[in-house]
């Protein structure tokens, strides 16, 4: 009995040494997918010919193929995870197999009927629906992915129920390694070829997502033929197997898959809110082509900025998935707990200082990275507000999805586009010379209530169906810290001003305010023991600041 206890143990340390390892690996993955990921969009918005109107009819095609890919596969690797983790929770490793082959097939078809789809109707969509007529190219060229990105979700959701996160995130390295050299080769080549013709260019970059899908499944699959081996002898030693039926099976996936795709289509509709009654409310007071421009510079640079700090918040989200679901599938819920609290203090520590740092500086943030296109420092301003409540309502909707909650998540996403549908009616038909919340910068404005409403309702409803305090206490050292940042931030980039350039000033201001941030921190001592033990090499690290009697 005492040496299964001590098993046991082990096996509770290894999970949170994962845990830890998992988040450190998959931030510094994400730093590079995203600085990838910039490199493209400031290279389309800064070319010639490209621009804001180049990114409405990139970025319009591409909302309507992301709600399609929600219909095929958004829902998939979160419910394949948590299937397969639940089996794994109880050692099935055979049955965890077997739901990823079911799904794999299962969901490449629905992809495949999906791709067919949105390329057939490609023509209604962009002359009728979104009213942008040049998007049609974009959005035939986008239509193949979709079936690309269904089986790479599969099998992303596979490895990630099984704890291997780190697969993925190489997997999005080298998607978008691929998409940002495609791109510029692509649009570079057609740019000479066609002499600037915005409308081929952005179906350029359309069809340089495409093969940068393709490319990213053809590296799952091989990694998933290199651990087949391994695979095959986990299933052979497999324990607590009971049959099941496909249907089953089938019915088991789409129990948990549709509820958590619902909220992702939710979601997508949120997004083409913008696409759809945009440009139809903006003609009202200005030309087509402003109108464009003004929705290019919403999802092409406004967007892209508040979308950067987001990113490193679907680290946690992700992972709480199969954490909660294994704590419910094995009724341990004390290190599911910790995961969560500790989930939701990252989201605050990343989402305030993201969110103070655009909101000051939104105007030369905007001239360092888009120095051709500098306009929307007020969008940005705006938009940035809504950072922190969407990280901590990514974590919140992630504890609820793996406590079988879904449904629940469903209405309230309901809520939230009504709420941004009503707003956006009401003020997209206001001139902003009357109103600064009137026109595009209500679109943006409309959004952030949005986020607000919808994180304050989920909130509220994980605390009745989890026993978790949060404590508001812990906020106001990030506070403090977030303070101290913003005074460094604002003193070195004066300063600066008048020995380097003005773009040189903000981006060493930056670098120089993030470790500021950082050591305050540590300083005020916002994470607890416990947490920095979690980190990889958390014991020794904790060792030096009881050292340096930060701890004691």
């Known amino acids: 009995m005492k040496k299964l206890f001590k098993n046991q143990n082990k096996k509770s340390k290894r999970k949170s040494t994962s845990f830890a390892k998992n988040i450190i690996s998959l931030f510094i993955a994400h730093i590079f997918i995203k600085l990838i990921g910039f490199v493209n969009k400031i290279y389309l918005t800064n070319k010639q010919g490209f621009g804001d109107e180049g990114n409405a009819i990139y970025s319009s095609a591409f909302q309507i193929y992301a709600l399609f890919l929600t219909l095929s596969s958004i829902g998939i690797p979160n419910a394949v ?296 420092a007020i969008l940005l301003q705006i938009s940035a507000i809504s950072i922190v409540f969407t990280m901590i309502n990514q974590n919140v909707t992630a504890v609820l999805h793996g406590l079988g909650k879904t449904i629940i998540t469903i209405f309230v996403l309901i809520v939230g586009v009504i709420v941004k549908v009503v707003l956006n009616t009401l003020l997209l038909n206001i001139n902003p010379n009357e109103f600064i919340l009137g026109g595009i910068n209500g679109a943006a404005f409309a959004n952030t209530i949005s986020c607000i409403v919808v994180c304050l309702i989920e909130i509220k409803i994980m605390k009745k169906y989890i026993n978790i305090k949060l404590n508001v206490k812990r906020v106001i050292k990030p506070i403090i810290s977030t303070i101290i940042m913003m005074i460094s931030l604002i003193c070195i980039y004066n300063i600066l001003l008048g020995i380097v350039s003005k773009k040189m000033s903000i981006l060493i201001s930056i670098l120089i305010t993030v470790l500021i941030y950082f050591a305050m921190l540590i300083v005020t001592r916002t994470f607890t023991s416990e947490e920095i033990k979690l980190l990889p090499c958390g014991e020794k690290i904790y060792k030096v600041l009881k050292l340096l009697k930060i701890y004691q």
Do not use: W
């Not at 053809?218 to 002898?233: D, S």
């Open 81 to 376: 995870s948590k299937l397969v983790s639940e089996k794994l929770a109880i050692g099935d490793t055979r049955g965890a197999h077997k739901i990823f082959k079911i799904a794999f097939v299962t969901f490449g078809m629905i992809g495949f009927f999906c791709s067919i789809t949105l390329y057939l109707s490609a023509e209604y969509i962009s002359c009728t629906l979104i009213q942008i007529p040049e998007a049609k190219l974009s959005l035939e060229a986008l239509a193949p992915a979709i079936f690309f990105v269904s089986i790479t979700s599969v099998i992303k959701g596979y490895f990630n129920g099984r704890e291997n996160l780190s697969v993925g995130a190489n997997s999005q390295t080298v998607e978008q390694f691929f998409r940002t050299v495609l791109t510029i080769v692509l649009v570079e080549y057609i740019a000479r070829v066609t002499g600037l013709n915005t409308k081929i260019m952005a179906g350029a970059a359309a069809i340089a997502t495409t093969i940068s899908e393709i490319v990213c499944f053809i590296y799952l699959y091989k990694y998933y033929v290199m651990m087949k081996k391994e695979i095959g002898n986990e299933i052979r030693r497999s324990i607590n197997y009971k049959y099941q039926r496909r249907r089953k099976i089938l019915k088991d996936i789409f129990a948990v898959s549709i509820p958590m795709s619902i909220g992702p289509i939710i979601g997508g509709i949120n997004k083409n809110v913008d696409s759809i009654t945009i440009v139809r409310g903006l003609k009202k007071f200005i030309t087509e082509t402003e109108a464009k421009i003004q929705y290019g510079i919403l999802t092409g640079k406004v967007d892209t900025i508040i979308a950067f700090p987001l990113s490193f918040n679907n680290i946690f989200s992700g992972i709480l998935i199969p954490a909660v679901s294994s704590a419910k599938a094995s009724g341990n819920f004390s290190n599911a707990n910790r995961k969560i609290e500790f989930s939701i203090l990252m989201a605050v520590l990343i989402g305030m200082p993201s969110a103070v740092g655009i909101i000051f500086f939104a105007r030369p943030i905007l001239e360092l990275l888009f120095p051709n296109q500098p306009d929307g």
